[in-house]
């Protein structure tokens, strides 16, 4: 049995052969959500749909309930904020508060590693209520994509 190694871009556990971890797609959030005012279509269209697959073809792959739960809290923020329940720091730190979950959800192997990454590399280009409706309708289209097991 080898343990994890951190200098190396795949794991290995038990006696599963060794996998190389996927990566998010080349440019992903570089610039950004938007472009000239508007999302970006590759957050609804192939980004979304890339990370889909990422997450649900790992061996620690997320159930499609538990990513609608992550998705609901980013929904319940952004709602809240619309509804002026919470101003924009709120909500904004309402979703940062996902980080740590996801987190353990990883270090339990509820999660892939790449789950936790999403929400972090997201997370940090979230600065304003508009980048927090971004990162919504990206997430949303991340859950339709996801694969129902089978």
């Known amino acids: 049995?080898?343990?994890?190694?951190?200098?190396?871009?795949?794991?290995?556990?038990?006696?599963?052969?060794?996998?190389?971890?996927?990566?998010?797609?080349?440019?992903?959030?570089?610039?950004?959500?938007?472009?000239?005012?508007?999302?970006?279509?590759?957050?609804?269209?192939?980004?979304?749909?890339?990370?889909?697959?990422?997450?649900?073809?790992?061996?620690?792959?997320?159930s499609k309930g538990k990513l609608r739960k992550y998705y609901d809290e980013v929904v319940n923020a952004y709602e809240a904020f619309e509804r002026r329940l919470l101003s924009e720091k709120e909500a904004i730190h309402r979703v940062e508060r996902l980080y740590a979950p996801a987190y353990s959800d990883v270090s339990k192997q509820k999660a892939p590693k790449q789950f936790a990454e999403f929400i972090k590399i997201n997370l940090d280009n979230i600065k304003t209520a508009k980048d927090l409706k971004a990162f919504k309708e990206h997430f949303e289209s991340i859950v339709c994509f996801y694969p129902d097991k089978k």
């Not at 994890?4 to 996998?19: G, L, M, Q, V």
């Not at 610039?31 to 192939?46: A, C, I, P, Q, T």
């Open 1 to 62: 049995m080898a343990a994890f190694n951190n200098n190396k871009p795949y794991s290995k556990d038990f006696n599963r052969a060794e996998t190389p971890q996927k990566s998010f797609p080349q440019g992903y959030l570089k610039g950004g959500y938007f472009e000239d005012g508007s999302l970006k279509r590759e957050f609804v269209l192939g980004y979304a749909a890339t990370i889909a697959d990422m997450i649900a073809t790992d061996r620690n792959a997320i």
